[in-house]
């Protein structure tokens, strides 16, 4: 393949996530319900709650932090009830994991970007387009989760 047109996309697919980043917090912070957590908070859950059986250290390996800084956003969701420490099977490590609470809050986040993405895209590109599209970033998913599984 052509390196110019892989820089093009990289570099589109590296923009839409910045735009496609910020339009998220936009309408999570339009979400009476969502208001108050921050853009970190939601990725945050989300991640814990795609990830059960997780560490401090593996959830900032997955979000490319530091985890001095997850370490802080956990306690912050833990005093508020959305995810609580479970000691784990080494009696070491502390593991993470979404309450009952911290699931309704995800619910939401998802509903409210489907809703969004849908209003968003609904005269950009018909039914067909988009199953097309979710096959070809499937490809591109599993190639990531394929490189990762090497590691």
């Known amino acids: 393949m052509k390196e110019e047109?892989?820089?093009?996309?990289?570099?589109?697919v590296y923009d839409i996530y910045l735009h496609g980043s910020e339009q998220v917090a936009r309408s999570l912070r339009d979400d009476e319900e969502l208001k108050?957590?921050?853009r970190e908070q939601t990725q945050?859950?989300?991640v814990i709650d795609g990830h059960p059986d997780t560490?401090?250290?593996?959830?900032?390996?997955?979000?490319?932090?530091?985890?001095?800084?997850?370490?802080n956003k956990v306690k912050k969701l833990a005093e508020g009830g959305y995810l609580e420490y479970r000691e784990g099977p080494d009696h070491k490590s502390k593991y993470v994991e979404v309450?009952?609470?911290g699931h309704e809050v995800v619910a939401r986040i998802e509903t409210v970007?489907?809703?969004?993405?849908?209003?968003?895209f609904a005269d950009v590109f018909t039914e067909r387009e988009m199953e097309a599209f979710h096959e070809k970033l499937q490809?591109?998913?599993k190639r990531f989760e394929e490189e990762e599984d090497k590691r």
Do not use: C, M, P
Request: net charge positive; proline share 0%; no cysteine.
């Open 5 to 12: 047109l892989i820089r093009q996309v990289y570099e589109s």
């Open 36 to 38: 108050h957590f921050s």
């Open 44 to 46: 945050l859950i989300k």
């Open 55 to 71: 560490t401090l250290k593996d959830i900032a390996q997955i979000l490319g932090v530091h985890k001095t800084g997850v370490s």
């Open 99 to 101: 309450t009952e609470k």
């Open 113 to 120: 970007n489907v809703s969004h993405w849908r209003d968003l």
């Open 139 to 141: 490809r591109i998913r």
